[in-house]
Nanobody, 120 residues
Framework: VQLQASGGGLVQSGGYLRLSCVAS????????LGWFRQAPGKEREFVAS????????LYADAVKGRFTISRDSAKTTVYLQMNSLKPEDTAVYYC??????????????WGQGTEVTVSS
C-alpha cells in the first residue's frame, strides 16, 4: 500500500484544515487507515483511525470533538477534518494503513508527512 498525504499548511488558532490521504495499491481499500502526528522534539502519537468499512472510528482524547476522520465511498481516500485548531496541534501529520483500525501499534504502511502549523 502506498500513501500520499496532503492538505497541511499554516492556520491561526481556532481555524480549520482538512488533510487528505490517498491510498493506492491492489488491496488499499481493505485496510484500516489512520492519522498520526509528530511535534518537534516529541514522539509520534496517534490521532485518529477508521476501519476499512468506514463504520468504526477511534480518536485520541486530545482531538475528540474537534477532529473528524472519514473515508470516501471507494475507501481509498481518508480525510481528517481538523476544527478549532490549537497551537499544540502543530506537528507533521502522517497517514498510515493497518489491518485493524484499533491496533495503533500495528500500522505497517506509512506515507510522507504533511506539516500543520497553528499560530497563536
Amino acid at each position: 500500500v502506498q500513501l500520499q498525504a496532503s492538505g497541511g499548511g499554516l492556520v491561526q488558532s481556532g481555524g480549520y484544515l482538512r488533510l487528505s490521504c490517498v491510498a493506492s495499491g491492489r488491496t488499499a481499500s481493505r485496510y484500516a487507515l489512520g492519522w498520526f502526528r509528530q511535534a518537534p522534539g516529541k514522539e509520534r502519537e496517534f490521532v485518529a483511525s477508521i476501519s476499512w468499512s468506514g463504520f468504526s472510528t477511534l480518536y485520541a482524547d486530545a482531538v475528540k470533538g474537534r477532529f473528524t476522520i472519514s473515508r470516501d465511498s471507494a475507501k481509498t481516500t481518508v480525510y481528517l477534518q481538523m476544527n478549532s485548531l490549537k497551537p499544540e496541534d502543530t506537528a507533521v501529520y502522517y497517514c498510515a494503513a493497518a489491518q485493524s483500525y484499533s491496533h495503533i501499534n500495528e500500522y505497517d504502511f506509512w506515507g510522507q508527512g504533511t506539516e500543520v502549523t497553528v499560530s497563536s
